[in-house]
């Protein structure tokens, strides 16, 4: 069964203070992995699409990673306008299955 | 640039009333599908459509039907709301290069409520 999993669920960091999030997927023949950010009460946002493993996207503060078992969001030395919630989703098939996602709070 | 548009934004309707969501995009995308989020359950597919007079059922499809009008629209239908479809219900559409969907955009999202 195609499944995406994402830890933490949530993550409280500092203004400065680097992280990663994670999603582990399992899918029959992945056709791409995609990172989507969302705020409250607004909906996914797209960041990055992953196709094949060891392949890398930056934006801002923002990196996304992809092995054969998992994707890694890098966040480096993140401000509280980086809060959101970010999902994390494969294709498999003709739609996107989804993570259930990590919450992200910076503070100052 | 508009994008992914959804109608209404919010509906509160009683238990067996009907409504139809409304969505349509501006980005010459031949494919769109509906997913309903819900607190804990992430965002679940209940229809897609791959091009104008196809859709497909998704992971969530009971109780609800969609119609792809045309290129640009693809609406959802609740014929006999029940509680258990209090959600936030989403519009999302992508492209197909070389055989494949491309990332999907997403609209900002219906907030119903069935009382």
């Known amino acids: 069964e195609d499944q995406v999993t994402q830890s933490p669920e949530a993550l409280r960091l500092q203004e400065g203070e680097s992280s990663s999030l994670n999603c582990s997927y399992t899918?029959?023949?992945?056709?791409?992995l995609f990172w989507y950010r969302q705020d409250p009460g607004k909906g996914p946002e797209f960041l990055f699409t992953?196709?094949?493993a060891g392949e890398e996207k930056e934006k801002e503060r923002l990196k996304a990673t992809l092995t054969k078992k998992e994707s890694f969001l890098h966040i480096t030395a993140p401000k509280p306008e980086d809060s959101a919630t970010y999902l994390c989703?494969?294709?498999?098939?003709?739609?996107?299955?989804f993570g259930k996602g990590t919450t992200l709070s910076v503070s100052s | 640039n508009a994008g992914v548009t959804q109608t209404p934004k919010f509906q509160v309707l009683k238990t067996g009333q009907s409504m139809t969501l409304q969505c349509a995009q501006d980005?010459?995308?031949?494919?769109m599908y509906w997913y309903r989020q819900d607190p804990g359950m992430g965002l679940r597919l209940i229809y897609y459509?791959?091009?104008?007079?196809?859709?497909d059922k998704g992971e969530v499809p009971n109780g609800y039907n969609v119609s792809r009008l045309n290129k640009r629209e693809f609406s959802l239908r609740l014929e006999s709301a029940a509680p258990s479809q209090t959600s936030v219900y989403f519009c999302?559409?992508?492209?197909?290069?070389?055989?494949?969907?491309?990332?999907?955009?997403f609209g900002q999202g219906t907030r119903l409520t069935v009382v």
């Open positions: 999302a559409s992508s492209r197909r290069d070389r055989g494949a969907n491309t990332e999907a955009f």
């Open positions: 899918v029959s023949g992945l056709r791409g």
């Open positions: 992953l196709y094949s």
């Open positions: 989703a494969v294709r498999a098939g003709t739609a996107l299955i």
């Open positions: 980005m010459n995308h031949n494919s």
């Open positions: 459509s791959a091009s104008e007079g196809t859709t």
